[in-house]
């Protein structure tokens, strides 16, 4: 019998080691997996290279896990939101490196590591900062870059619903990276706000297939940026 | 979206030229109704309010939704229902969620019809700047407005004419950071619409009370006038 759950989010990421790859979900706040994130600094790993569209708010989630120093580079497309402090100070400082990647980029990169495409081309950031340095070539007159497929060695990813295959649902725009991020890494970990059998979720409405998926944790009332934030929380 | 109560202090009538709100209603004017539009952050969000009666745009957020509806009321509203400005939004009848490839296919497989965006600079070639002045201590941040300029099939950059210091925004050629090469197809300002063309910048229509000399005065670039439209009265 498949069953995926593991009893908490702690076990779940017991296993990351120094200088693993991580993708982690959340477009801001909607989506980001903050109690796997929490456990992943608790458990303590290091030289991390985190994949992720921001680097979090306030001193929690995303953010915490940079302010305790176990990230050494960060791949990103935008990283300055509105109440992010503790990136741009690591980042002035010369404590973190950053690979900037447009957003289209970067979700087609992971999708491409994930379906064992190497690398693509696209016309965007051609003749911009962004594409200085990789191979060009043109289609239909048009000039392209040459961008790599992206993978890593876990993805940590928040669900709304998820059975015990592994099969996922989303809420709303909390989806945003997650499909891709949980088909690009060798264990994908999935905390969900409700966990059931196999079998009761509608086949036909599931959005990230088991298959993808390795880890599910039950979180049944996971936290938000915004609410730590207004409470002047910090973590640990 | 529907119109929403205009901030009259932030709409101060300006010494000449057309308000932020005044380039949101002539910027609104011009696309048609059933488009498929992505607002930029910021200023371009407020063309949503101006859209004229009648006309129905389907508004995309690169995060992951179509059919975008206005902002509820502050502390209102779903933390994980949110736009690229990570606002709080809410959905319209026929609404859609999806993943980022599915949305960034949207956008770079050319199915939007429009995308307006702010400016730094834009160049007389069609080159746009818009995301890093290149400062040295500057967080780069550039999220999705590279992918958006490549693959959306008319990009409108609306903007004030000059920066604050009076440095023309529309120029020969861009010394800030690209965005992308050849991509804008017009230019909204406070002074005046401008077509960008193989000939480079072409008038069609001035602010009222504006001139032509006072708008050609703060133009990097030189600024054809042989199709500029009629004024109104």
């Given at each position: 019998?498949i069953?995926?759950r593991f009893?908490?989010?702690?076990d779940?990421?017991?296993?990351?080691?120094?200088?693993a790859?991580?993708?982690?979900?959340?477009?801001?706040?909607?989506g980001?997996?903050?109690?796997l994130?929490?456990?992943l600094?608790?458990?303590?790993a290091?030289d991390?290279v985190?994949?992720?569209?921001?680097?979090?708010?306030?001193?929690v989630?995303?953010?915490?896990l940079l302010?305790?120093?176990?990230?050494?580079k960060?791949v990103c497309s935008?990283?300055?939101?509105?109440?992010?402090?503790?990136?741009?100070d690591?980042?002035?400082?010369?404590k973190?490196?950053?690979?900037?990647v447009?957003?289209?980029?970067?979700?087609e990169?992971?999708?491409a590591?994930?379906a064992?495409?190497a690398?693509f081309?696209?016309?965007?950031a051609a003749?911009?900062?962004?594409?200085?340095?990789k191979?060009t070539?043109a289609?239909?007159g048009?000039?392209h870059?040459l961008e790599?497929?992206?993978?890593a060695?876990?993805?940590?990813?928040?669900g709304?619903?998820?059975?015990t295959?592994?099969n996922?649902?989303y809420?709303?725009?909390a989806r945003n990276?997650?499909p891709m991020?949980a088909t690009?890494?060798s264990?994908t970990?999935?905390?969900?706000?409700?966990v059931?059998p196999?079998g009761?979720l509608?086949?036909?409405?599931?959005v990230?297939?088991?298959i993808f998926?390795?880890?599910?944790?039950?979180?049944?009332e996971?936290?938000?940026?915004?609410?730590l934030?207004?409470?002047g929380a910090?973590?640990? | 979206?529907?119109a929403a109560p205009?901030d009259?202090a932030?709409d101060?009538?300006?010494?000449v030229?057309?308000s932020r709100?005044?380039?949101?209603?002539?910027v609104a004017?011009?696309?048609p109704?059933?488009s498929?539009?992505n607002?930029?952050?910021?200023?371009?969000e407020?063309?949503a309010r101006?859209?004229p009666?009648?006309?129905?745009?389907v508004?995309?957020t690169?995060n992951?939704l179509l059919?975008?509806g206005?902002?509820?009321?502050?502390?209102?509203?779903?933390?994980?229902?949110?736009?690229?400005g990570k606002?709080?939004?809410s959905?319209?009848?026929?609404a859609?969620?999806?993943?980022?490839?599915?949305?960034?296919?949207?956008?770079?497989?050319g199915?939007l019809?429009?995308s307006?965006l702010g400016a730094m600079?834009?160049?007389?070639n069609?080159?746009?700047?818009?995301w890093?002045?290149?400062?040295?201590?500057?967080i780069p941040?550039?999220?999705g407005?590279m992918d958006?300029v490549?693959?959306?099939?008319?990009?409108f950059?609306m903007t004030t004419?000059v920066?604050?210091?009076?440095?023309p925004k529309?120029?020969?050629?861009c010394t800030y950071?690209?965005?992308?090469?050849?991509v804008?197809?017009?230019?909204?300002?406070d002074?005046a619409?401008?077509?960008?063309t193989p000939r480079?910048?072409?008038?069609?229509e001035?602010?009222?009370?504006?001139?032509?000399?006072?708008v050609?005065?703060?133009t990097?670039?030189?600024?054809l006038?042989d199709r500029?439209?009629?004024?109104?009265p």
């Amino acid at each position: 019998m498949i069953d995926k759950r593991f009893a908490s989010a702690r076990d779940a990421v017991a296993d990351v080691h120094d200088g693993a790859t991580v993708m982690i979900g959340g477009f801001g706040e909607a989506g980001s997996p903050i109690e796997l994130i929490h456990a992943l600094i608790d458990q303590g790993a290091k030289d991390l290279v985190v994949v992720s569209n921001n680097t979090g708010t306030g001193l929690v989630g995303l953010a915490a896990l940079l302010r305790a120093g176990r990230v050494r580079k960060v791949v990103c497309s935008f990283p300055k939101t509105a109440g992010s402090t503790v990136f741009p100070d690591l980042y002035r400082a010369g404590k973190v490196e950053l690979e900037l990647v447009p957003q289209g980029t970067l979700a087609e990169r992971i999708r491409a590591g994930g379906a064992g495409i190497a690398a693509f081309y696209t016309p965007t950031a051609a003749g911009t900062p962004l594409g200085e340095g990789k191979e060009t070539r043109a289609f239909n007159g048009r000039e392209h870059v040459l961008e790599h497929g992206l993978r890593a060695d876990f993805t940590l990813i928040k669900g709304r619903v998820a059975d015990t295959h592994g099969n996922v649902m989303y809420h709303r725009t909390a989806r945003n990276f997650a499909p891709m991020m949980a088909t690009a890494s060798s264990c994908t970990i999935v905390q969900a706000a409700e966990v059931v059998p196999a079998g009761e979720l509608d086949a036909e409405a599931v959005v990230t297939p088991g298959i993808f998926v390795d880890r599910v944790v039950h979180v049944a009332e996971p936290a938000l940026e915004s609410a730590l934030n207004e409470a002047g929380a910090s973590y640990p | 979206m529907s119109a929403a109560p205009k901030d009259r202090a932030a709409d101060a009538a300006p010494a000449v030229g057309w308000s932020r709100d005044g380039i949101a209603e002539r910027v609104a004017q011009d696309i048609p109704s059933g488009s498929y539009v992505n607002l930029g952050i910021g200023i371009p969000e407020l063309v949503a309010r101006f859209v004229p009666g009648g006309r129905t745009l389907v508004y995309h957020t690169e995060n992951g939704l179509l059919g975008m509806g206005p902002s509820p009321a502050a502390g209102q509203g779903d933390p994980e229902l949110i736009n690229a400005g990570k606002r709080r939004v809410s959905m319209m009848p026929g609404a859609a969620f999806f993943d980022q490839a599915t949305s960034f296919a949207m956008i770079r497989g050319g199915h939007l019809d429009l995308s307006v965006l702010g400016a730094m600079q834009v160049a007389a070639n069609g080159d746009l700047a818009n995301w890093s002045t290149g400062a040295d201590d500057a967080i780069p941040a550039v999220g999705g407005a590279m992918d958006l300029v490549a693959g959306v099939k008319r990009v409108f950059v609306m903007t004030t004419h000059v920066t604050k210091e009076g440095t023309p925004k529309l120029v020969e050629r861009c010394t800030y950071p690209l965005t992308g090469r050849g991509v804008v197809t017009r230019i909204y300002s406070d002074l005046a619409v401008v077509d960008v063309t193989p000939r480079g910048f072409e008038l069609l229509e001035l602010a009222p009370g504006v001139s032509y000399e006072f708008v050609k005065e703060r133009t990097g670039a030189p600024l054809l006038r042989d199709r500029m439209r009629q004024q109104g009265p």
